[in-house]
């Protein structure tokens, strides 16, 4: 602050570089996002790690306030972008019983950052040095590229599947496993589909943005899920931001405030994997905003612990409410609260195969009714992919073993075998399978059905 003069009239400067960096995340979360579905996760995540070290390194050497502004608009365009696209690689890579584990490992490691974050501030006050060092370590993650695969379901969902078959025949390598032959069977089948130019064309471009809006149900959840971030975002990051404001140390007042969190990643791994996703989600929001909303309640001196709304607008919020704490806690507690509810009117995702096409979300969740509103564990659907039918009940079939020596009669109208010695009877059972794809490129499920 001192060294570009950032006080007396200019005190509000501070607060626009929080928005500055805040204006960047909306920006790069549809330029990585677009990136993401056209150049695929791998790429779109090395593209963002250089965008941030680069932004990072340009802070350090910044020699007025502005050119640090628009500096923090470039290290903003790739949060959250820099954790997501990990995360959707890790969620794509496992199935659908591990995916509240993902989940909770990596927000747990995201909040060890934050801990460790605490003590590099405490160590390192000068803000240049502390621009490098939060930066360039990031220079060991391009390491990755010989590492990291890229998602299969990606690849297939580009018709690539060479490429996806030869990615999942080394992740079962890996985990001592064996693709069964029949599976990779199936993929040289799909490979060897032939399809016109336009279709090839669909696949590469894949949906755009506005897919999202074309279809009532999808439309209907594209605005849940974004007023649900909106709400998370607004609460979770401005608590953040003004975590040191709880004690005098603010140091280890932002250390105890993020070390906070791994207890309720615990929780929620419980709770997820028992009750599902819809109502853990709207107890924690609607508890933390009747709790922001009950803080103004209490002595002023527990009001510091402030946060505003949305992200950009959170600092401007916080800036205004110095002198009167009241309305950012009621404004946060009351979007807190109706975010939490609108999750409710979300389908559930325990037990479920997630979309993997537009066409398939739209279909998702569309029989929705009241009463799964209600229901706080949600039911297990029976699974299509395996069933058994014993054929022994009433309709016995026999497999008669015939030895080779045995004498045939033949007629015109019949082959009757003779039957010898070593004749066996065996309880014949029909097992029903159902292989669930995705969808094909002019839109429609292909199936696979077999007794």
């Known amino acids: 602050m001192l060294q570009f003069d950032l006080v007396c009239d200019k005190d509000i400067y501070p607060t626009l570089g929080l928005v500055a960096l805040n204006t960047g995340g909306p920006i790069g979360v549809y330029l990585f996002g677009t990136l993401n579905d056209r150049i695929g996760r791998r790429l779109s995540f090395f593209s963002c790690l250089a965008t941030l070290i680069t932004g990072g390194i340009l802070t350090s050497i910044a020699n007025s306030f502005w050119t640090w502004a628009v500096c923090r608009v470039v290290v903003g365009l790739t949060i959250p972008a820099i954790y ?12 659908p019983n591990y995916r509240s584990f993902v989940t909770v490992m990596t927000c747990s490691f ?40 890229e998602s299969p379901r990606w690849l297939l969902a580009k018709g690539r599947l060479s490429e ?13 496993k064996e693709l069964p032959e029949s599976f990779t069977q199936k993929l040289k089948q799909r490979m060897t589909m032939s399809r016109s130019k336009s279709e090839e064309e669909r696949l590469r471009s894949g949906p755009g943005v506005l897919s999202l809006f074309k279809t009532p149900n999808m439309r209907l959840k594209t605005f849940l899920i974004t ?13 953040s931001y003004y975590g040191p404001a709880l004690g005098n140390e603010e140091h280890l007042s932002f250390f105890f405030s993020s070390l906070a969190e791994i207890p309720s990643y615990l929780a929620c ?15 924690c929001m609607v508890t933390a905003g009747m709790s922001c909303v009950a803080t103004v309640l209490l002595p002023s001196g527990f009001s510091a612990y402030i ?43 325990l037990h479920h195969r997630l979309p993997q096409t537009v066409e398939e979300g739209e279909l998702f969740g569309k029989d929705w009714k009241c009463a799964d509103c209600l229901r706080c564990v949600p039911i297990k659907p029976a699974s299509a992919t395996t069933s058994y039918e014993d054929l022994s009940a009433g309709e016995t079939v026999e497999l008669q073993s015939v030895p080779r020596e045995s004498v045939v009669e033949v007629d015109q109208q019949q082959i009757q075998p003779v039957r010898g010695p070593s004749t066996a009877t065996r309880r014949l059972m029909r097992q029903s399978s159902v292989m669930d794809t995705q969808r094909d490129s002019d839109g429609s499920i292909k199936m696979t059905y077999w007794f």
Do not use: H
């Not at 009167?324 to 509810?341: A, E, F, K, M, Q």
């Open 84 to 95: 997501q696209i990990p995360f959707i690689i890790s969620l794509e890579l496992v199935g």
């Open 269 to 283: 791994w419980v709770a997820m994997d028992r009750w599902g996703r819809r109502w853990p989600l709207c107890l």
């Open 307 to 349: 946060s505003g709304l949305g992200l950009i607008i959170i600092p401007f919020i916080t800036y205004l409410g110095r002198e009167n704490l009241v309305l950012p806690l009621v404004i946060l507690g009351t979007v807190s609260v109706i975010g939490g509810l609108s999750g409710l009117r979300l389908p559930e995702t």
């Open 110 to 149: 995201y909040t060890m950052g934050l801990c460790m974050l605490a003590a590099v501030t405490y160590l390192i006050p000068e803000w240049r040095i502390l621009a490098l060092i939060t930066s360039t370590p990031f220079l060991a993650y391009f390491g990755y590229w010989w590492f990291l695969p």
């Open 227 to 239: 007023l649900n971030w909106f709400a998370n975002n607004m609460v979770y990051v401005g608590l």
């Open 164 to 176: 996806a078959s030869e990615i999942l025949e080394t992740l079962a390598k890996v985990n001592g």
